[in-house]
């Protein structure tokens, strides 16, 4: 059974910086791309980065020069670092897995497993 789990989210104010951290079983890592999208009530799920699993990596424009994704393949876990978070990235955060190993792919839908989010509020 696979399973993405993603951890770190929180309350921080505008400015600051969190890391999310997303670990997954049931699957080989190595062989999967991995992604970050976020969500707000009422919209749809938001292409946040991606990394292939060659190391390469993908941004929404919005968050690039702020966001650094990576892989920690002994851990089979892909974090997301923020740095000067503003409250436009208030959010559900998700990660998710696409057997496609070498895509980087902002579509949700070319995503094969998600994990549950994570929740991410940033104050003015």
């Known amino acids: 059974q696979v399973q993405l789990v993603e951890s770190g989210g929180g309350l921080v104010q505008a400015g600051d910086s969190l890391t999310l951290s997303c670990t997954t079983s049931g699957l080989t890592f190595s062989d999967y791309s991995m992604g970050w999208f976020r969500q707000t009530p009422g919209k749809e799920r938001q292409f946040v980065a991606a990394?292939?699993?060659?190391?390469?990596?993908n941004y929404a424009d919005s968050v690039k020069g702020r966001f650094t994704v990576s892989r920690d393949s002994p851990r089979n876990t892909v974090v997301l670092q923020m740095r000067s978070l503003k409250p436009e990235d208030t959010a559900v955060y998700f990660c998710?897995?696409?057997?496609?190993?070498?895509?980087?792919?902002?579509?949700?839908?070319?995503?094969?497993?998600w994990g549950q989010g994570t929740q991410v509020t940033i104050s003015s």
């Open positions: 990394n292939s699993r060659y190391g390469s990596t």
């Open positions: 998710a897995a696409n057997r496609y190993g070498s895509a980087m792919s902002p579509r949700a839908s070319e995503y094969n497993y």
